[in-house]
């Protein structure tokens, strides 16, 4: 059999053979198969990658001539330069080529790793056309072959363990050979990791081998060099992949990253997620085609159900650019420049840019904001920031969340912080399209596009959005290039929608509101618009824009929306994770490593961080500065009492504003009463009471003659006119004044255990990667009615974990909440334990007692020997010393009263018929490098409760940037990248010499 009768049909020529060689000699060699590019690029050479016994990744790739590649391959089988039979086909030597050794391959994924497991190079076996784009084929990988850089064997992990790709039958004619394990003695075997892996890199992947795929045609046709020079001339290099790279859309960022630090793109073909489709047109006598791309970002690339929202940079979940480019193809022969004329449009798709989760309650998925609106404004400002620099002004935000039901927290919230952006040219609208008002509305849209859409489909009713949006997208315009390569219009600013999901009630907003762009677009190619011209466009739009929709996830384009909540629970829990830990696999997000180890160059879900990022982590000695941190911390069980007028929360907090801290965090225990009821259904009002009284008295303390409020009130205040239509200019968007406050970072509750966190408003922009977990321990992990939250971030450089804990109750539970204790610690926020933080304070209600009876007790508060009760006597103190619990965790001496159990309004210990131990119950615990404890006590004043308060202060040396000197570094690290040659970031070529050309 030879090898043109094993490949696949498919459409994009092979460039490569790869030979995946096991025992006597381990490797896989990469041999180019057009004489051309052996002759070019590639400089005759193949690619030799040396296996090893961990199937780790090759440490350096070595390039090697035919002639020493020939001398480790079997005997009956030679490499010759491809090309050099009488035909100019394939080598006539690979005919004869045993089946295991080798595979035809069209394009180098790069090399991925399995989290905990073994790393595989990945090629594209096959592949379909879908689109030419200035005369470049873009292909859609249709499967891809894994060749493992550890060899199979019998001591392999579970993950590792090949499993039959085809279900113990043999393998369908074409199909041998084709799998994870090659060059086995057997047919193809695989893991399931593997099997999984070719799946999903077998759907909505594309690439091209000359155009730069993740760039739309605006930016690399006419960037901004050009536009700054005032050059109407369309620039690019054709046949050029790397000719640029758009970071946001770079899905081989992480797998091609070893290639890349070796200057070997050339090998490499760049990938993209997302959508991509062409389809023909003819008009007349002109030809031409309808194209929609759509990019998705691997910022916060997500299968799970709870990540959503924005993050800390400003990205924000399911964000996609859509790109429709209308083509006509030139109608002469003598024509100078690329022959075709262009039109094209971008539009953009992205999560609801707040803080916001998920929660699985009892079936029902329901969105929860995770924090404040003010603490979440920094990520919300940054992420239409990035939209600017990106696409300029104007910016037109659609909000399809129905303003009511679960949606309508949402829709609230993304309004009340677009209304606290200051810009002439940021406008933000909110619609429902299926709303009754909206429904029952005639449409009133001139022309042929969509005249007969009816308003009663399932789609929705989009003409009065359309009516209200038709004077800025006309001014947004569109861009345009003639057959000569010159600029005839340029897109200004995007268009940015969303709705829940940002699936098909998404789509379909995009569908209808670019019918601007096809009556532009028709125009600037040259067509005139009539009834049969516009309707024939429009179907093929149409069309596009359904099948652009199943492909980013939403159902088909007439079904309904929303997902079954019983379909997203088993998702959630069972089939998303799994392809999470792909996902994350695939981009590099790994889980964050153990103190001193290597950090990694990833940072979790947030985004691949690009070369200057990863500079200036190397750097950040020169412009990390110590800063000091001022903490209030206070635990209180308040016995399910609500912040009644009488409770003086300044005698907890303190009443001197000269001594207020940076920061807050209070722990709440039985913030509800343990009824059954709330053990499985908590209500949280009694939380947010609490907050806002918290909130509201340090604010009238350290501000009270600020403004903040009524400015804040007066920000976030919707503009009950429509939109004014601003002259277009290029004004950065920017926050409305508010004073100086303190806002609620985030807080979180379980049952009764409650953490909330508070900031100065002037440090919110140090904080980073806020997030919370829980631990439940009552009812043997079932309940909350016992438990533990953990809320962590990062401040500038250093990473914070406070836990609010309440752990079993009663004088001989020792044992038990050291157990509690134990499972608490293994909680993991996003992949990080709470051990694996620089500062870490831990508070609560830990119900260690007193191992006394209650009148000897008595003596020594009588005595006031409150130290040496507490070091003798206390449970907690005997567990830490026997290494029991709390390891390498610190207490302040105590010089105050036990703080449980009161008759409830006085200061008198238990009179009841129990007559409880007096003990010393409600702590605070802390653990890092640099902790000053300023104090320590409790507030025997407060009596609404059975327990009382306890607060301490410290001082945290903190690490956060000095931003002139980062600016500094920053320029430094510019300067050094510009003055290098291009083929040191990203080029095709292959430079001689840089890798040592070893004989076998």
Not at 39 to 53: H, T, V
Not at 770 to 795: P, Q, W
């Amino acid at each position: 059999m030879s090898v043109s009768e094993r490949r696949p049909s498919q459409d994009s020529p092979y460039k490569f053979h790869i030979w995946n060689l096991n025992a006597p000699v381990d490797g896989i060699i990469i041999v180019p198969t057009a004489p051309e590019e052996v002759s070019g690029k590639y400089q005759k050479r193949c690619m030799y990658l040396e296996k090893n016994a961990n199937g780790d990744v090759p440490s350096n790739f070595q390039l090697k001539t035919f002639e020493q590649v020939s001398k480790v391959l079997p005997k009956n089988v030679t490499v010759r330069i491809p090309g050099t039979s009488a035909t100019g086909g394939p080598d006539p030597s690979l005919s004869d080529l045993a089946m295991p050794y080798c595979i035809a391959a069209s394009g180098i994924l790069g090399i991925y790793t399995l989290q905990g497991g073994p790393s595989f190079l990945a090629v594209v076996t096959q592949s379909k056309l879908v689109a030419t784009i200035l005369g470049s084929p873009v292909y859609n990988v249709t499967d891809v072959a894994l060749f493992p850089f550890k060899n199979p064997s019998t001591d392999m992990t579970e993950i590792e363990r090949p499993m039959d790709q085809f279900n113990g039958k043999v393998p369908p004619t074409g199909q041998q050979g084709w799998g994870g394990y090659m060059g086995m003695s057997t047919y193809t075997r695989a893991s399931p990791a593997e099997i999984k892996l070719r799946q999903y890199l077998s759907t909505n992947f594309y690439y091209s081998h000359d155009y730069p795929l993740s760039v739309s045609l605006q930016s690399l046709l006419h960037d901004k060099e050009h536009q700054l020079s005032g050059d109407s001339k369309a620039h690019w290099a054709p046949k050029n992949p790397w000719q640029k790279i758009d970071d946001r859309f770079d899905w081989g960022r992480h797998i091609q990253g070893q290639f890349r630090l070796q200057r070997l793109e050339g090998w490499l073909v760049p990938i993209v997620r997302g959508f991509c489709e062409s389809q023909s047109w003819n008009i007349g006598t002109r030809t031409g085609n309808l194209v929609l791309i759509s990019r998705q970002s691997v910022s916060r690339a997500a299968a799970l159900e709870d990540i959503h929202g924005v993050d800390d940079q400003g990205n924000v979940s399911e964000f996609s650019e859509s790109e429709e480019i209308l083509i006509a193809h030139a109608t002469t022969a003598d024509v100078k420049g690329s022959g075709d004329t262009f039109a094209s449009v971008r539009v953009v798709r992205g999560c609801v840019p707040c803080f916001w989760e998920q929660r699985i309650v009892r079936g029902k998925a329901r969105p929860q904001l995770t924090r404040s609106l003010d603490a979440a404004f920094p990520a919300f400002l940054r992420h239409f920031e990035n939209l600017w620099e990106t696409y300029g002004n104007p910016m037109l935000m659609v909000n399809l969340l129905n303003k009511s039901g679960e949606e309508g927290l949402l829709a609230s919230a993304y309004e009340e912080q677009a209304n606290m952006i200051s810009s002439p040219n940021f406008h933000y609208f909110s619609y429902d399209p299926f709303a009754a008002s909206v429904v029952k509305t005639k449409s009133t849209w001139s022309g042929y596009f969509y005249g007969n859409t009816d308003p009663t489909a399932t789609t929705g009713n989009y003409s009065p959005l359309y009516e209200k949006l038709e004077p800025y997208l006309l001014q947004m315009g569109i861009f345009a290039k003639d057959a000569e390569d010159y600029i005839m219009s340029l897109q200004k600013g995007c268009l940015r929608i969303n709705c829940f999901d940002c699936c098909d009630k998404t789509n379909n907003c995009q569908t209808n509101l670019l019918k601007y762009f096809l009556q532009q677009g028709l125009a600037m190619i040259g067509v005139v618009p009539n009834e049969s011209t516009t309707q024939l466009i429009e179907g093929i739009h149409r069309s596009l824009w359904t099948n652009n929709g199943s492909s980013l996830g939403g159902s088909s384009y007439f079904k309904g929306w929303l997902v079954d909540d019983v379909k997203r629970t088993y998702n959630n829990y069972f089939v998303d994770k799994e392809k999470q830990k792909m996902i994350d696999s695939f981009l590099g997000y790994y889980p964050p490593p153990t103190p001193g180890s290597t950090p990694p160059i990833y940072n979790l879900r947030i985004g691949s961080k690009d070369w200057m990022s990863l500079e200036l982590e190397k750097r950040q000695a020169e412009f990390m500065e110590p800063s000091p941190l001022t903490l209030w911390m206070g635990t209180w069980n308040i016995n399910g009492q609500t912040p009644k007028d009488n409770i003086d929360v300044g005698a907890w907090l303190g009443d001197d504003p000269k001594k207020a801290c940076d920061m807050y965090v209070l722990g709440f225990q039985e913030i509800v009463k343990l009824t059954g009821s709330n053990v499985w259904n908590a209500d949280t009002t009694g939380t947010q009471a609490w907050v806002d009284r918290v909130t509201n008295y340090l604010n009238n303390m350290c501000f009270p003659d600020s403004q903040w409020e009524r400015q804040r009130e007066a920000a976030v205040s919707p503009v009950n006119s429509p939109p004014k239509l601003n002259k277009v200019s290029n004004q950065k968007p920017t926050p409305k004044p508010i004073g100086m406050r303190y806002v609620v970072l985030r807080w979180h509750q379980l049952v009764g255990v409650v953490i909330c966190i508070l900031v100065r408003s002037d440090k919110l922009e140090h904080f980073r990667e806020v997030h919370a977990e829980v631990c439940k321990t009552g009812m043997k992990g079932l309940a909350g009615n016992k438990g533990s939250i953990v809320i962590r971030f990062d401040y500038g450089a250093s990473s914070f974990a406070f836990i609010s804990a309440h752990f079993a109750a009663g004088q001989h539970a020792a044992e038990e909440r050291n157990k509690h204790f134990a499972l608490a610690l293994e909680t993991q926020v996003r992949d990080r334990q709470i051990m694996h933080h620089d500062y870490i304070f831990w508070l609560g209600d830990f119900n260690y007692r007193l191992s006394l009876t209650k009148e000897v007790v008595l003596k020594f508060v009588e005595a006031k020997k409150f130290l040496d009760l507490s070091v003798n006597y206390d449970q907690l103190i005997t567990a830490m010393k026997s290494g029991d619990v709390f390891q390498g965790f610190s207490e302040g001496e105590i010089h105050f009263p036990p703080t449980y159990k009161y008759d409830v309004g006085t200061d008198t210990f238990d009179t009841s018929k129990k007559a409880r131990t007096p003990a010393y119950c409600d702590r605070i615990l802390y653990r890092g490098p640099k902790i000053k404890q300023l104090e320590y006590n409790s507030v025997p004043a407060l009596t609404a409760s059975d327990h009382k308060p306890v607060y301490s202060n410290f001082i945290v040396e903190a690490m956060i940037p000095n931003l002139e000197k980062k600016q500094k570094v920053e320029a430094e690290i510019s300067r050094f990248a510009n003055s290098q040659p291009k083929s040191q970031f990203f080029s095709p070529a292959v430079v001689e010499g840089l890798l040592l050309d070893l004989s076998f």
